[in-house]
T-cell receptor
Framework: AQSVTQLDSQVPVFEEAPVELRCNYS??????LFWYVQYPNQGLQLLLK??????LVKGINGFEAEFNKSQTSFHLRKPSVHISDTAEYFC????????????FGQGTRLTINP | DAGVIQSPRHEVTEMGQEVTLRCKPI?????LFWYRQTMMRGLELLIY????????DSGMPEDRFSAKMPNASFSTLKIQPSEPRDSAVYFC??????????????FGPGTRLTVL
C-alpha cells in the first residue's frame, strides 16, 4: 500500500522568507502526486499536481514542487511567503493504475510571522 | 460556479442519535467522495461514487456508517447510532471524470460533527 510522510508537522517562517515543505512517499507502483492547501475553516484546494513530464511543477499562488523519483520526494517550495499563505498543506498520492483514492500525508501547518 | 455545498456546517448531537450529512457536488461532476478528518488519523477517504454508483467503501469505519447517492446532484452520509469517536470534520469532494484518477477533486467546506 502507498503512504505519504510529511516530515514537518509545523513550519514557522518570517514574511518574505523562502519556505520548503517536505513530502516523501512510499509506493511499489507509479503514483501521481498532489499538494493541497487548507485555509482555516475551509475545505482543501488544489495547489498543484504532478502527472508526467517536467519534474518541476508550478502551481497557484507562486508555489512550485519538484518530483524526485530516486528520492521518492515531492517537496513544495515558495521563494517568498506572505501572511496570506498561513494554512495547512497536504501532500497526497494516487495510484496511476488504481482507483480514485487520494492518500494524504498528515499535513504541515505553515505559520508566517511578520 | 457555487462549488461543492455541504450541510450542515456544524452539527452537535448526543451519543446514540442519528446524524445525516448532506452534499451537493458541482454540477456536471460525475464522481463524489466522502472524507473524514481527525487529529489522530488525518484525512481518510470513506467512500466514493462514480455516476451515482458506490465504487469503493473500504474506508467506511463500520456498519454504523452508510452513504447514498440517489441522483447526480445529492449525496448523504449517515451515522446511526453516533458515538463520541465519530467527532470529526467530514468533507465531500467531487470531480469531473467519473473514473479518471487525474481529475482534480474539489472539496466542500466540510461539516464539523461533535458527538457528546
Amino acid at each position: 500500500a502507498q503512504s505519504v510522510t510529511q516530515l514537518d508537522s509545523q513550519v514557522p517562517v518570517f514574511e518574505e522568507a523562502p519556505v520548503e515543505l517536505r513530502c516523501n512517499y512510499s509506493s511499489s507502483v507509479s503514483v501521481y502526486l498532489f499538494w493541497y492547501v487548507q485555509y482555516p475553516n475551509q475545505g482543501l484546494q488544489l495547489l498543484l499536481k504532478y502527472l508526467s513530464g517536467s519534474t518541476l511543477v508550478k502551481g497557484i499562488n507562486g508555489f512550485e514542487a519538484e518530483f524526485n523519483k530516486s528520492q521518492t520526494s515531492f517537496h513544495l517550495r515558495k521563494p517568498s511567503v506572505h501572511i496570506s499563505d498561513t494554512a495547512e498543506y497536504f501532500c497526497a498520492v494516487i495510484l496511476v493504475q488504481g482507483a480514485q483514492k487520494l492518500v494524504f500525508g498528515q499535513g504541515t501547518r505553515l505559520t508566517i510571522n511578520p | 460556479d457555487a462549488g461543492v455545498i455541504q450541510s450542515p456546517r456544524h452539527e452537535v448531537t448526543e451519543m446514540g442519535q442519528e446524524v445525516t450529512l448532506r452534499c451537493k457536488p458541482i454540477s456536471g461532476h460525475n464522481s463524489l467522495f466522502w472524507y473524514r478528518q481527525t487529529m489522530m488519523r488525518g484525512l481518510e477517504l470513506l467512500i466514493y461514487f462514480n455516476n451515482n454508483v458506490p465504487i469503493d467503501d473500504s474506508g467506511m469505519p463500520e456498519d454504523r456508517f452508510s452513504a447514498k447517492m440517489p441522483n447526480a446532484s445529492f449525496s448523504t452520509l449517515k451515522i446511526q447510532p453516533s458515538e463520541p469517536r465519530d467527532s470529526a470534520v467530514y468533507f465531500c469532494a467531487s470531480s469531473r471524470g467519473g473514473g479518471t484518477v487525474t481529475d482534480t477533486q474539489y472539496f466542500g467546506p466540510g461539516t464539523r460533527l461533535t458527538v457528546l
